[in-house]
């Protein structure tokens, strides 16, 4: 079984501060991870993945995220937020669990970019 | 290359009406996706295909919904009748391996 717990339902910052969204999960085997975005009536867009290679995993937009087993935990964080990162992020986890990648998500954490 | 898209964008309906939307996953991609997001809660899996054959529907939450994917490519979601509960965003995503690239999202109002 897997799961997934996204800590924060909002997240607010200002523009030029860094920025953090975490993420729990549980998992029976070795679980890969996923952030994606979702803009305003735009579809989910894939931001990183972990799949049992580097724990630090960089992605697109100046995104990256660490993979801590102990912590069960791959919070996603950013040096500086824009405001174009005004968005929703999900946190999933899949194991393959069953021999098929069907994918859990969290709620979604909304990142509130202020001025 | 092309994205996954998805038609309608928006759809409202009367309860009882049936709905049919439509996936168009990546070329090439055998493996296609469907899921929902009712408002306010999480994604929710409801099933995925491999090519044209029913892999896992053990999220489909009744059998109002019908999934078809003739042909192993484009898919069908058709939910009749709908009922008010239906309301939500229904994402399709399609995949050759692991990572899934999703659609924008078909938002469906049952009034």
């Known amino acids: 079984a897997q799961s997934v717990t996204q800590l924060d339902s909002h997240v607010s910052v200002s523009e030029g501060t860094p920025v953090l969204l975490r993420c729990n999960y549980s998992?029976?085997?070795?679980?890969?991870l996923f952030w994606y975005v979702q803009h305003p009536n735009k579809g989910l867009q894939l931001l990183l993945k972990?799949?049992?290679?580097?724990?630090l995993v960089k992605g697109i937009n100046g995104f990256e995220a660490e993979f801590k087993k102990s912590e069960t935990s791959f919070h996603l964080t950013k040096p500086s937020a824009h405001m174009s990162d005004a968005a929703e992020y999900f946190c999933?986890?899949?194991?393959?669990?069953?021999?098929?990648?069907?994918?859990?998500f969290g709620r979604g954490t909304s990142l509130i970019v202020h001025p | 290359e092309a994205g996954v898209t998805q038609f309608p964008s928006h759809s409202v309906i009367e309860k009882g009406q049936t709905v049919t939307l439509r996936c168009d996953p990546i070329?090439?991609?055998?493996?296609l996706y469907w899921y929902r997001r009712v408002m306010g809660k999480e994604i929710k899996f409801l099933l995925h295909?491999?090519?044209?054959?029913?892999?896992?529907e053990s999220g489909m939450p009744n059998n109002r919904f019908l999934a078809e994917r003739t042909g192993g490519t484009y898919s069908t979601l058709k939910v009749q009748p709908a009922e008010l509960e239906d309301s939500g965003v229904y994402f399709c995503?399609?995949?050759?391996?692991?990572?899934?690239?999703f659609g924008p999202g078909t938002r469906l109002l049952v009034l």
């Open positions: 995503a399609s995949s050759h391996g692991e990572t899934q690239y």
């Open positions: 998992s029976s085997y070795s679980p890969s």
């Open positions: 972990y799949t049992s290679a580097a724990t």
């Open positions: 999933v986890v899949s194991d393959n669990s069953g021999g098929s990648y069907i994918p859990t």
């Open positions: 070329s090439g991609h055998d493996n």
């Open positions: 295909f491999v090519k044209e054959s029913k892999q896992d």
